[in-house]
Nanobody, 116 residues
């Protein structure tokens, strides 16, 4: 079993920044992918960014150049630095952990609101 605890969500102004954190605990397998997804009412959950255990990253087109995903393997933590925030970034953001050995897990979700 793996538990994911998110923090760092909240309200930001357009053009502002937020940093999301997600700490994983439990039976963590070292070979894994961690990522951030987001969901708004009426839409499917979509990938924002992900990073594997050796630092290879992928980003949604909407996130490229504005968001940066990183991780600290010693702390079992993944981060999402969000700069240049736009109102369309408003969503619930979910941390995801996907080991190579089985099913993945989701964090509790963090509300990010970008509004003047």
């Amino acid at each position: 079993q793996v538990q994911l605890v998110e923090s760092g969500g909240g309200l930001a102004q357009p053009g502002g920044s937020l940093r999301l954190s997600c700490v994983a605990s439990g039976s963590i397998f070292s070979i894994n992918v961690m990522g951030w997804y987001r969901q708004t009412p009426g839409k499917e959950r979509e990938l924002v960014a992900r990073i594997n255990n050796v630092g290879t990253t992928r980003y949604a087109d909407s996130a490229k150049g504005r968001f940066t995903i990183s991780r600290d393997n010693a702390k079992n933590t993944v981060y999402l630095q969000m700069n240049g925030l736009r109102p369309e970034d408003t969503a619930v953001y979910y941390c995801n952990y996907a080991p190579s050995t089985g099913l993945g897990y989701w964090g509790q979700g963090s509300q990010v609101t970008v509004s003047s």
